[in-house]
């Protein structure tokens, strides 16, 4: 396996997603900054991880609060090299209620704040630093993977504004590659499908199995460290770029 000598970032790293990722990317020698709001996880993480794990407590959506995050990132003398955007949140309601009310515009419109454009703020910046280090093998700075979900293909029901964010995710991924190909950063995006994230762990367990059981295979729910080991694998794969990856156990979500 390849030891990751460099620096690292993740946002929405303190839960989730994004915790197993920064566990795994520590775990192979990366120095990882973890950006997320909730202070008290990220820097319980931190402490967990050791000497080579930092916490930034980072607001996506705000250009200021990234752009020092990844400042701290680059502060340790190590080149950035990878960024992993994790941080998101769900929202669901209909395009119209039974009641005849609208869907909330706040509600949708911080649902693709958070989720597309902190991801675009995190990829933008982060893609600034790397192509002001040193090219390696085959002139590459870098690689950003992006979070969507296989909502941004078969959103459901109520998922209007978060298949809309994710959909977005989607889109940018190719012209982001083809964008930061000249200095030498990839971009691909994971679309999970139902992984056992706080978001899921609140269900009740007759709830979660019923979701299970409909995935193909295998039949259980995804879980944090499958992204994880996806993401570190497209780290090391130099030549997937532009791509994005389903991640659902051959799951097609149904309207509802």
């Given amino acids: 396996m390849t030891s990751f000598e460099v620096a690292a970032v993740v946002s929405g790293g303190a839960s989730g997603l994004g915790a197993a990722t920064a566990r795994a990317l520590a775990a192979r020698g990366a120095a990882v900054t973890i950006l997320d709001l909730n202070a008290d996880a990220g820097e319980a993480l931190a402490a967990e ?23 701290a990132a680059t502060g340790a003398g190590l080149p950035l090299r990878i960024a992993v955007n994790c941080a998101g949140i769900g929202w669901a309601e209909r ?28 990829l933008r910046l982060a893609a600034a630093a790397m192509a ?44 982001a590659a083809r964008d930061l190909a000249g200095i030498g950063v990839r971009v691909c995006t994971i679309a999970p499908g139902l ?18 059981a409909g995935i193909p295979f295998p039949r259980r729910l995804g879980r944090p460290d499958d992204f994880a080991q996806l993401a570190l694998a497209i780290v090391e794969h130099g030549y997937l770029n532009g791509e994005v990856v389903r991640m659902d156990g051959a799951l097609r979500m149904a309207p509802r």
């Avoid at 930092?54 to 990234?66: G, K, N, Q």
Wanted: glycine fraction near 12%; aromatic fraction near 4%.
């Fill in 49 to 71: 991880l050791g000497g080579k794990a930092a916490f930034v407590r980072t607001d996506v959506t705000d250009e200021a609060s990234v752009a020092a995050a990844i400042a």
């Fill in 95 to 122: 395009t119209v209620a039974r009641d005849g009310s609208p869907h909330g515009l706040e509600q949708f419109t911080k649902t693709v704040m958070i989720n597309l454009v902190g991801t675009f703020n995190v």
């Fill in 132 to 175: 002001r280090t040193e090219p390696a093998e085959d002139g590459e700075r870098g690689v950003i993977v992006n979070t969507a979900s296989i909502a941004a293909y078969e959103g459901q029901i109520g998922q209007v504004a978060y298949a809309a964010s994710k959909g977005g995710i989607v889109g940018l991924t190719l012209p």
């Fill in 195 to 212: 992984v056992d994230t706080p978001l899921l762990a609140g269900l009740p367990e007759e709830a979660r199995t019923a979701l299970a």
